[in-house]
């Protein structure tokens, strides 16, 4: 992706914020929120984790480990979370995942939470976050449901492209769409379509030396998690 695109992709995300649960909610029936809580049991109380994508908090305030940072490229995202989580726990960076301001080998954990498909060089964030993880740590990487060609990729690309815009309508107060120059949805949706199938992500993970990397469909198939682990040096 590039600068422009993502910058503009940043403005989009911005405009939706107020309304951007709601339609989540709608556009999963309502699964959303399951699937982030499933998610964030994964980590441990004892854990230091690091969350990209951090957003308005919608995945960060599930987490209940002793040490969480939250990175996120936007303020006005992050302020929006700022209420909803322990402050003596959680703490905010500003950053991208391209660019992890925290120190080799510092986390046992890091999640991407819908937020992966937004990175502009997906290369990078990954290698960067193998290595911002202690060995044996683990990453994980959840994102809407893109699966190989079949019955069930058809599926939801008809959701996708036929469902999403009517209940985004429907979500979004109409004074608020007349507000916006162009749709932010169609944008949001142009990364749907142009991240491949969950089987990249997979690649991508063992390509940066991730082991025992996997993937697994969330309740309804709606969604997909990703992950692997930064093996362990041998010391023999
Ligand atoms: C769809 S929201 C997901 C928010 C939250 N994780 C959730 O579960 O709803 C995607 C987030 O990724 C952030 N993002 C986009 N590009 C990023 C990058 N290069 N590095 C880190 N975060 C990025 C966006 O600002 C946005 O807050």
Do not use: Q
């Not at 209420?83 to 959680?90: A, F, G, H, L, S």
């Not at 162009?182 to 991240?195: G, H, I, Q, S, V």
């Amino acid at each position: 992706m590039s600068t422009r695109e993502w910058h503009d992709l940043m403005d989009a995300m911005e405009e939706v914020g107020p309304y951007y649960e709601r339609v989540n909610w709608l556009i999963t029936f309502g699964m959303v929120d399951r699937w982030r809580k499933k998610v964030a049991a994964l980590a441990k109380s004892e854990d230091t984790v690091l969350e990209i994508g951090s957003g308005p908090g919608n995945f960060t305030k599930h987490l209940s480990s002793k040490s969480v940072f939250a990175l996120e490229p936007s303020p006005e995202l992050s302020r929006a979370a700022v209420k909803d989580v322990d402050p003596e726990r959680v703490s905010f960076l500003r950053g991208v995942g391209e660019e992890i301001p925290l120190m080799a080998g510092s986390v046992d954990k890091v999640f991407c939470v819908f937020s992966f498909r937004d990175f502009f060089d997906k290369e990078r964030s990954m290698g960067e976050m193998h290595r911002v993880l202690k060995e044996g740590g683990e990453a994980f990487v959840v994102d809407m449901a893109k699966p190989p060609p079949g019955p069930l990729a058809k599926m939801l690309e008809v959701h996708v492209r036929r469902m999403v815009p009517p209940l985004t309508r429907v979500a979004v107060p109409a004074a608020a769409r007349e507000r916006w120059a162009r749709d932010p949805y169609a944008k949001l949706l142009e990364t749907y379509e142009a991240f491949g199938s969950t089987r990249i992500y997979e690649d991508l993970m063992k390509r940066t030396g991730f082991s025992e990397v996997t993937t697994e469909y969330l309740e309804l198939k709606g969604a997909t998690m990703t992950r692997g682990k930064k093996p362990w040096k041998s010391t023999s």
